[in-house]
């Protein structure tokens, strides 16, 4: 009868673990919480409950003996390197164990999770390119730490050694199919990661492109927050293209984007619209401080050195053209910038034009006083 429940209790504690690995795992891989600490307290806790159901459920090895897989999800833990849920997972998973008792075989086990998760540190960092490898020694490395608490607990008794001849079959067993859905996880999530990026970054720059821009900008005038748009492009790129080739175009594009990647807020939005034509969203800025911005990143360029293949490095300018403005339609704003950018270039080029929407009047900003050309 006892082969039975085994049988049964074995299969209910393989789907309660892989159930909770693929949880786990859409969780580690999601973006929709509102900081990475939260998101680490909310792992931490997911994986210790599942740890301590896996504990309270157990396995009937014989009619006296009880095995279960705690340590699973640690290993799901330390393979993805999240160190600070795995601490509180180790916490939530060795403490239950005194929900059972005060007693010296309770601090055993403590001690052997808080080894286990040690261990799983130093293991994952040594193989952390070798993902399979490394999921398997995690889980040798947790059975190994069982086996010392039992041999410490039990001592070397049949009763022991049948424990640990049923914990290492079926923990090797489980622990090798849980390390392979781990490993599918991680290459499934990998590849969406690719194809979002795919969809919505720009293959040469890594900037948003323009269906992004489209689709953040989308509903703005609806917001109702002040926002602004700059409208940016290389001065006399195509001289650039035609003087170095093509390939050196390119190479001044990608510096060009990282730029005003470094030069831009985490939360604006900066796209390549195409060519040498970008667009950066601005948030809650008053005009004469996005103009301090537009500056910057217009002396900032000005000022850079535009490494080449094959030949000197050169400089590059930039014009840009500001629309300033709240519950205005993005279609407008597109227009205004433009028509901001197309202003610069005719008075000179290296220079930012900024149109206040709320003024209804340009406004010329600082700017150099001899363009610089390549």
């Given amino acids: 009868m006892w082969k039975i429940i085994f049988i049964v209790e074995l299969l209910v504690n393989a789907c309660i673990a892989f159930t909770g690995f693929y949880i786990i795992s859409k969780i580690i891989h999601s973006t929709h919480f509102s900081s990475s600490t939260t998101t680490s307290v909310i792992i931490g806790l997911a994986t210790g409950l599942l740890g301590v159901l896996l504990m309270f459920k157990g396995i009937q090895v014989n009619e006296s003996l009880r095995m279960d897989l705690r340590h699973l999800p640690l290993v799901l833990l330390a393979f993805y390197g999240n160190r600070f849920p795995l601490v509180i997972a180790t916490l939530i998973i060795g403490g239950s164990r005194f929900l059972f008792g005060i007693t010296p075989q309770a601090f055993v086990a403590f001690v052997a999770i808080i080894a286990i998760s040690t261990g799983m540190v130093y293991i994952h960092r040594k193989l952390f390119n070798r993902p399979f490898r490394q999921n398997l020694s995690l889980n040798i490395w947790a059975l190994l730490m069982i086996t010392f608490a039992v041999l410490i607990n039990l001592g070397f008794t049949d009763a022991s050694l049948r424990l640990l001849l049923a914990t290492w079959t079926i923990g090797l067993a489980v622990g090798v199919l849980s390390s392979l859905l781990t490993l599918d996880f991680q290459m499934l999530n990998r590849q969406v990661e690719l194809y979002k990026q795919s969809a919505e ?87 004469s401080k996005v103009n301090k911005v537009a500056n910057r990143i217009r002396e900032r360029i000005a000022n850079e050195r535009f490494q080449l293949d094959g030949f000197p490095a050169i400089t590059v300018t930039t014009s840009i053209g500001i629309a300033h403005g709240k519950h205005v339609h993005i279609q407008q704003m597109n227009v205004l910038a433009d028509e901001a950018l197309y202003t610069a270039k005719q008075q000179g080029r290296n220079r930012t034009i900024l149109f206040d929407q709320a003024d209804q009047q340009d406004i010329a900003a600082s700017h150099s006083s001899t363009e610089t050309t390549t």
């Fill in 201 to 287: 970054r720009d293959h040469l720059t890594g900037l948003y492109n323009r269906r992004v821009w489209d689709t953040r900008t989308a509903g703005l005038e609806q917001e109702g927050r002040i926002y602004n748009v700059l409208a940016l492009d290389i001065d006399h790129f195509k001289h650039v293209n035609d003087t170095y080739g093509h390939g050196n175009g390119d190479l001044v594009l990608k510096q060009f984007a990282n730029i005003l990647m470094e030069e831009t807020r985490p939360h604006d939005v900066t796209a390549r619209i195409g060519g040498e034509e970008f667009m950066i969203l601005v948030y809650d800025l008053a005009p």
